[in-house]
């Protein structure tokens, strides 16, 4: 059932996708010009620079404003101190592991096919690892404040709404491939 359409303006070539909001598929259209890919791609080039730093502070920064989302993780769930955490030799690979994942995203952000495939398969990885797709929809917000400093007066609101718009095109199918992992389970 479509219940909404979420158009993302001006900013992937129009591609529909399901995602799962209140027990129900929602459509998204997500669109990202040329113009915004490029952006994120230069964006990225200066991001991979501090890749691991970034990828911790994302981590911490979600564990700071979601702290029930620590849970999930099971390699840092019993570390309960900042510090220890920021050190954690998991901590850091598991966000150099994210931070690649996104790597991957850019490097294919003009190949929907390829890019839609990798970002469905994760999602369906998630579903193995029992990583709810509640847990996505914050990384997006928490990797642009991590990245904003490091970009500094690169820092741009149309650069902002591009990574936005990749994260949800990102969270969405993730959902969509946690939905297709499930419903395949339950047919087994």
Not at 111 to 136: C, M, R, S, T, V
Not at 149 to 175: C, G, H, N, Q
Request: hydrophobic share 40%; charged share 30%; proline share 2%.
């Amino acid at each position: 059932t479509f219940c909404s359409i979420v158009d993302i303006f001006a900013v992937f070539r129009p591609k529909i996708i399901m995602a799962e909001e209140g027990g129900e598929d929602v459509a998204v259209q997500v669109s990202l010009s040329a113009e915004s890919r490029q952006v994120i791609r230069q964006s990225w080039r200066e991001i991979q620079e501090d890749i691991s730093r970034v990828g911790v502070i994302v981590f911490c920064r979600l564990f700071e404003t979601h702290p029930e989302y620590k849970d999930a993780f099971l390699v840092v769930r019993d570390i309960d101190d900042l510090e220890t955490l920021r050190n954690s030799r998991e901590l850091r690979a598991h966000s150099l592991s994210v931070m690649s994942f996104i790597e991957k995203t850019v490097a294919r952000i003009d190949q929907d096919e390829l890019l839609f495939e990798l970002i469905l398969d994760l999602g369906k990885k998630h579903y193995q690892y029992n990583a709810l797709p509640k847990y996505y929809q914050f990384m997006g917000e928490e990797f642009i404040q991590a990245v904003q400093p490091v970009l500094k007066e690169r820092w741009s609101s149309d650069l902002e709404e591009a990574w936005k718009t990749l994260f949800l095109y990102i969270t969405s199918t993730m959902k969509r491939g946690f939905q297709q992992a499930q419903r395949d389970q339950n047919h087994i």
